[in-house]
């Protein structure tokens, strides 16, 4: 099977390659990076495509005899999208399009398109489930929400087999330092405060990432064009306790954290994220890296990684 899977050099897209570039085909598409994130797919025996996803001639005719699209491609940083939304549409918005409209030529057999629990906005209690109704309240969140609505139009008016999947926060090794564990962890090491935005108390649900590249190989195999997936792990923390485990497993003073008045930064801030995966579930999926385990092996391979931050 042939899997082109788009932002190559990715977070997401890059562990997929490392967990399964034995197991399929696999052909990357991506923007020219710097050394630091080639590191991530460094040694993988794929085959890399450098180009935009804005520029449909970097796009034309990278879908030809390719099974399977994972489109991760996306820019995620809420607090940029803020400040500058429209590199968010171009990314998020028009690069989807474009792809799509290769997919709509050559025809794979399957498209996911990777998105995120913020569509929902905010939840103070219980979980979304897939069906629930999209609240993005931030430009990042409502680009993404925007590309879910194209992907299943497309699925709709063309019969595109198009599935989508949101997930929760990810977590792991290679993540980008801007991100909030390896920002603490950095900070951490440095002897910093960390920061935590407003009073600590906004809750995210995690995800380690091999559980969330573990359940794409999963819809690879048995998902269906038209459904919509939540990946997630259902183990979720305020911010002021992700914060406070970090100090406690590199041995630093818990009391090392400094509020972030985010009313300027964020405003808006969504208090808490989280979503129901009993549909997952259901077909045989299950997140197999408990939040304990794998936020005690991550922060250990930022310490020993210390080159990743620079």
């Not at 970097?58 to 820019?75: F, P």
């Not at 603490?184 to 559980?211: C, I, S, T």
Request: hydrophobic share 40%; net charge neutral.
């Amino acid at each position: 099977m042939k899997i082109l899977i788009t932002g190559i050099y990715g977070f997401i897209a890059s562990h997929f390659a490392r967990q399964f570039c034995h197991d399929f085909e696999i052909i990357g598409f991506g923007r020219d990076t710097n050394l630091k994130h080639r590191k991530r797919i460094e040694g993988l025996p794929i085959r890399v495509i450098h180009g935009d996803l804005n520029n449909p001639n970097d796009v034309s005719g990278i879908l030809e005899d390719v099974d399977v699209v994972i489109h991760t491609a996306a820019k995620t940083f809420v607090d940029h999208s803020i400040l500058d939304p429209l590199p968010f549409i171009q990314s998020n918005i028009i690069g989807t399009y474009n792809l799509l409209e290769q997919a709509r030529k050559y025809k794979p057999k399957l498209f996911i398109n990777v998105s995120t629990d913020e569509v929902y906005g905010a939840i103070l209690e219980g979980a979304y489930k897939e069906n629930s109704r999209l609240n993005p309240t931030n430009p990042y969140a409502s680009t993404k929400a925007a590309a879910d609505m194209l992907a299943l139009a497309y699925f709709n008016t063309y019969k595109l087999p198009v599935l989508i999947t949101r997930t929760e926060n990810n977590y792991g090794p290679y993540q980008h330092p801007q991100k909030a564990m390896p920002k603490f962890v950095y900070k951490a090491l440095r002897g910093e405060n960390l920061p935590v935005y407003g009073d600590g108390k906004h809750v995210r649900m995690w995800l380690h990432v091999q559980d969330h590249c573990n359940a794409l190989k999963f819809l690879v195999e048995k998902g269906v064009a038209g459904e919509i997936y939540h990946i997630a792990g259902e183990q979720e923390l305020e911010n002021i306790e992700l914060a406070r485990l970090i100090l406690k497993i590199l041995g630093k003073q818990e009391n090392q954290i400094e509020f972030i008045d985010d009313y300027n930064i964020r405003p808006g801030h969504d208090r808490r994220y989280a979503l129901d995966t009993s549909k997952l579930q259901a077909l045989g999926w299950q997140p197999k890296v408990s939040l304990n385990e794998g936020l005690q092996k991550t922060v250990e391979w930022y310490r020993d990684n210390q080159w990743w931050f620079s």
